[in-house]
């Protein structure tokens, strides 16, 4: 897969924007990612290097990192702190925003490299921030659309899928047991008028599940979209509120229960 800042560097001159464009571009896009809290709020969850249980880890976007409720429940549940590599912006690899989610897990890696248990999310700003700006991939289908995703969209999803599979691949090959893989719910019509994303979340969660069923490492797959609703997201459309936080730890905790 061609990282996104690549596909930006091709993207941006034919359309005739110059370097400052992109920048102001990726500022807008940093506070759309985190909840127009702006740029300052990429550092909304801070990193925890060192916990009660050092051999779980989470890594991944805003979905865990913007509140860090996720997170906060899970450990409730737990009785025990975790590591915390979540930052919100983040894409799976590359981006223009945050540290990418394999670079959070290669900076978890140096911290400490025995790691048992990871639980993530990933993907989904690979294809939400592409579609924020200018929808490049065609992955916005309107009411009159329906079933019909592009075939651009399909094909760049599945360039992400490679990503996902070679990262669990990689987790398998350095000696992680579990990974508990979190996907995505569909977005709301909220402040960035995402409800047109409904079939590539289907069709991206369908790979990410795909990713997880096919790479060597012991993968679980949670799928969101039955249990979370409009009105567990906040109002730009994307970020869980504390009810849907709560609702995807509920959805994560039987399945981390058993590796602690």
Known sequence: ???LTVHFRHLLPSLGLKSVAKSSVALLLAAAMTGCGGVGSLASNPRVSDADNDQ???IGDSIFALSGDLQDFLEDYAGETFRRYTLSGAELTGGVIATSIADQYEIARS???DIE????????????????????YDCKTQWYEFGKLSSTCKNYINDIYIDGVNLLNDMHADGVSNVIYLGYYHTKNGLFLLDSMEEAVDYGDAKLAQACSYS?????????????????????????????????????????QPLL
């Open 1 to 3: 897969m061609k990282l």
């Open 56 to 58: 779980v880890v989470t």
């Open 111 to 113: 911290d400490n490299s």
């Open 117 to 136: 248990t990871i639980v993530m999310d990933g993907g989904g700003n690979d294809i939400l921030i592409p579609a924020i700006m200018l929808d490049p």
């Open 216 to 256: 060597a490492v012991n993968c679980e797959f949670v799928d969101p979209r039955s249990s979370i609703n409009d009105g567990d997201i906040i109002f730009d459309g994307i970020h869980p509120n504390t009810g849907g936080s709560k609702k995807l730890a509920d959805l994560v905790w039987p399945k981390l």
